[in-house]
């Protein structure tokens, strides 16, 4: 029968010195110590890069317009806020529909708003892509309204 012997070995760190050694645990419960190429990690504040939120939160805006310098992404979101906004049509329709209260008042709503969108959209003399995003949002919300108006007429 063969005596095997198994090792574990685990960095730990050394208060006194502040470096790490690691620590070998034999099967036989014997402690054996040695000094290793680990070094302390050190908590080094780098002057270049952003260190706080509000940095971060600077950048965001030119990382979303390189983001959405691509046609085909631009292309991608205006589709997701078309369907988008036919979602949310279809919702508000069927849950003030189907309680059969205040859809008058969810009419009027839904109306204000579209008409809203619709005269910020076309006063401003050069459309943004969050503001074409928001007229693509109008645009399926319109598209739902009529949709389900025509499913009721039927």
């Known amino acids: 029968m063969a005596l095997t012997m198994s090792l574990i070995s685990i960095p730990c760190?050394?208060?006194?010195t502040g470096s790490f050694s690691k620590v070998t645990f034999a099967r036989s419960g014997a402690l054996v110590r040695r000094s290793s190429s680990f070094r302390p990690v050190r908590?080094?504040?780098d002057?270049?890069?952003?260190?706080?939120?509000?940095?971060?939160i600077?950048?965001?805006?030119?990382l979303s317009r390189n983001y959405f310098k691509s046609p085909a992404r631009r292309a991608l979101f205006g589709g997701i806020a078309l369907l988008g906004g036919f979602y949310v049509a279809q919702t508000i329709s069927l849950s003030f529909g189907a309680l059969g209260v205040n859809d008058v008042i969810a009419a009027v709503v839904?109306?204000?708003l579209t008409e809203y969108v619709t005269k910020f959209y076309y006063s401003r003399s050069k459309v943004t892509f969050p503001?074409?995003?928001l007229n693509n949002f109008k645009m399926g919300f319109t598209y739902g309204l009529f949709i389900d108006a025509f499913?009721?007429?039927s």
């Open 47 to 56: 002057q270049g890069g952003p260190r706080r939120l509000v940095d971060i």
């Open 58 to 62: 600077r950048v965001v805006p030119e």
């Open 151 to 153: 499913k009721l007429a």
């Open 110 to 112: 839904c109306v204000l």
């Open 43 to 45: 908590a080094v504040q």
């Open 13 to 16: 760190l050394d208060n006194k």
């Open 131 to 133: 503001i074409a995003l």
